[in-house]
């Protein structure tokens, strides 16, 4: 079964507009790692956050992180059209697996 | 800087043929993966490797197998192909656990 689960399944914004996206998790971890996927492709990495970390920033990206609720959230920032993608959130447990979610699916409109 | 790299990108398959995917990195990194993604069901880990010479299940390795042939590559054998593992293949790699993953282009998988 997924460790991970993204919220929502879909987001449609306008540009210029802030995107936020969850996931919540099931058991401990030792960091949580976000990537985003264009329509096709590869996935890419996008920050890591460690289990002791509340919130880390890179860029129009923010990530927070409450252990208590074993959830995490994706902040973008400013949304432009090339943000347009799938994003994910993987749990990190320590034993060498990475488990994903299945995604949030974002559309930022001009 | 290649970093992940799968062949091929695209492949047909009749039932009951077997493949292999390739997946090199020129990272150095001793953890190796592959994950297949279905519609709605985002990624599933098939297999892995820790490390070098070492290779263990994931969730979903029923009708898979794998080779670690050294620290840069490992391939998914598919023995006998079924309708069901159509799919969308990617391989990653990363240093070890705690870091980052780097991800192939992905191999698509049609099964007929």
């Known amino acids: 079964s997924q460790q991970g689960e993204e919220d929502p399944q879909a987001l449609s914004i306008q540009e210029g507009e802030n995107a936020t996206m969850n996931c919540s998790y099931k058991t401990s971890i030792n960091n949580l790692q976000w990537y985003r996927q264009n329509s096709g492709r590869g996935l890419v990495h996008l920050i890591l956050i460690r289990s002791n970390e509340r919130e880390k920033h890179s860029g129009r990206l923010r990530v927070t992180l409450d252990t208590s609720k074993k959830s995490s959230s994706l902040l973008i920032t400013a949304s432009r059209a090339a943000d347009t993608a799938s994003y994910f959130c993987a749990t990190d447990l320590g034993y060498s697996t990475l488990t994903f979610g299945k995604g949030t699916m974002l559309l930022v409109s001009p | 800087n290649a970093g992940v790299t799968q062949t091929p990108k695209f492949q047909v398959l009749k039932t009951g043929q077997s493949m292999t995917l390739q997946c090199a990195q020129d990272?150095?990194?001793?953890?190796m993966y592959w994950y297949r993604q279905d519609p709605g069901m985002g990624l599933r880990l098939i297999y892995y490797?820790?490390?070098?010479?070492?290779?263990d299940k994931g969730e979903v390795p029923n009708g898979y197998n794998v080779s670690r042939l050294n620290k840069r590559e490992f391939s998914l054998r598919l023995e006998s192909a079924a309708p069901s593992q159509t799919s969308v293949y990617f391989c990653?790699?990363?240093?070890?656990?705690?870091?980052?993953?780097?991800f192939g282009q992905g191999t698509r998988l049609t099964v007929v």
């Open positions: 990272m150095n990194h001793n953890s």
């Open positions: 490797s820790a490390s070098e010479g070492t290779t």
């Open positions: 990653a790699s990363r240093e070890t656990m705690n870091t980052e993953a780097f």
